[in-house]
């Protein structure tokens, strides 16, 4: 821990599969807490690591079957049980008729607790972090690739890392402040 | 004609580069000058919503009866309305969702556009039941609420699936427009010079950082939600086919109608999305990322649907003489010769027979010519649901209730007036939105460069 005052410092790339070798470098070398800002998904960098989105398919899922069974028994309970209608002696529980609903409803509960969760896993809304002060961390979300490493890793060594991310090419290395 | 064979191919010009795509999508909201042929579509579209405003609320103090409807054509033109609206919108969706499904290439550079139109079409469609329902006030008596009458809404009703469908299609419809849109937010809310800019866009974006957390989890929701979209929106109009179909209407009781609306409204949502991807491509010189190939492209799928939507004109025909049911052939003939037979025929020519020119490339790419074919199918659907709607309502089984539909005044208010909304709402988002999903044309012409001359402009 060398890093006072510090938030962590980042590594601007402009290329990016020079960001990717300083990424995989990085990781070999046993750090940690990296994240890396990107103008869109680049795959490699989960791969690198070794991170994928686990829990969010299973909450879309489980909100879509309880949307199903609710949305089901929604109608099931108003037809059968709030308000039975006699019509020639029909069944009450007209399940064919319940089918579309449910269809819809399993789809509104998974897209609404899918985006719900987006935002959680995501840590949406922030609208203040630190990573926002760092120099040239606008152009992440335009054509730049960026590596930030935080001062709170164990092996973090400002100088050491200066060092090491110079030797790629195209690259502006900053500090962030806490 | 060699030259344009090239052109047709490629989906993103060659000299493009990811930061000339960010900078060039966002100066045309954050930097560019407001254009004056911008103020002048505004005004106009401003002027029609102020009619719709006017037709509303002569409708809100009248009632409906201000409307050419009467017994037996109870639905008029809102309900034709309301299935154009959604038809269109529905057309949105399907480049949006399935074509990212399929991996198209294509269809970045269009979604947005086409999902904005979702968006704002679904609007106009949204408001034409309510309206329609006489007592509008009472709306909210769809929704199951607990209420001291004990009463419960018919889920047995198409009429109520419609409602629920449509209601998830529209909450469904704006979720994927903005969580598709965050990423391009956070590239404008980072290239903002203004500060009401930066607020404005910062909001939006929530704090969108594109790290590596965000991606994970963005991509995984965005996949679902689009193999959820897909689904729902043939669901969405499948039901609006059953509203008719359900219903023992000469005309209207027919199975082919779910897969006969979705074809319509496919139909008709690429031609509304060539209706603005021409213009708008000029208008913001956007030639670089919405190129021959998305053209070309969109112009076939028309062409696809309107082969389609002319096997289900036939099987219209065919149905009733195979059935033998004499009031269905009653409507038909009436559809060939009677009242409405200008306008049956005027749907075969816009939907199916004026379409055929897109058999030929030299069509496909004359962007002025397809503008107008394309325009001629919208309207043509338009017709497509009035026929539908009115022509089948006016010869009921009882003869003597036959009736002729008149459109007033106010009908052809509201429906000019939902227009107006529709262009309202889309000139404003042309203005403050990135058009073209700029985080998608980055990662398209990464791949397309083989991973090369990404980052900085040569």
Known sequence: ?178 | MALAAEEIRRVVAPDETVTSVTSHVSDIVLEKKTPLWWWIGFGFSLALFALLIVALTWLFVNGVGIWGIDWPVAWGFAIGNYVWWVGMASGGTIISSLFFLTRSEWRSATNRIAESMTVFCAACAGIMPIIHLGRWWYFYWLFPYPNVMGTWPQFRSPLHWDFVAILVYVIASIVFWYVGMIPDLATLRDRATRRWQQLFYGVLAMGWQGSSRHWRQFKVAYLILASFMAPLVCSVHSIVGLDFAGGLTPGWHETQFPPYFIFGAVLSGFAIVLMLVIPMRRAFDLGGVITLRHIDVLARLMLTCSLLIGYAYLLEVFMPFYRGERHDIIVLLSNFTGYYAGWYWAKIALNFAIPQLLWFRAVRVNRPLLFLISAGVVIGMWIERYVIVVSSLHRDYSESSWFVFRPTFWDWATLAGSAGLFLLGFFLLMRFMPMVSMFEMRELIRRKNGGHNEGAAP
Request: with cysteine.
């Open chain 1, 1 to 178: 821990m060398s890093g006072n005052g510090l938030y962590g410092i980042v590594a601007a790339f402009e290329r990016q599969d020079q960001m990717l070798n300083a990424l995989r470098r990085l990781k070999l070398a046993g750090f940690e807490r990296i994240e890396v800002y990107t103008p869109f998904a680049v795959e490699e960098v989960d791969e690198i690591l070794g991170k994928r989105a686990f829990w969010l398919p299973i909450l879309i899922f489980a909100a879509g079957v309880a949307g199903a069974i609710g949305g089901f028994f929604l109608q099931y309970y108003g037809m059968a049980i709030g308000y039975p209608l006699n019509i020639g002696g029909r069944p009450l529980n007209s399940w064919p008729a319940f089918g579309t609903t449910t269809f819809e409803l399993t789809i509104l509960a998974a897209i609404l607790i899918g985006v719900g969760g987006l935002f959680a896993f995501c840590r949406l809304p922030r609208l203040y972090d630190p990573v926002f002060a760092a120099p040239g961390i606008e152009r992440a979300s335009q054509d730049q690739f960026v590596i930030c490493i935080r001062a709170s890793d164990e092996r973090f060594d400002r100088d050491r890392l200066y060092w090491v991310l110079n030797r790629y090419e195209h690259v502006a290395i900053a500090d962030v402040p806490a």
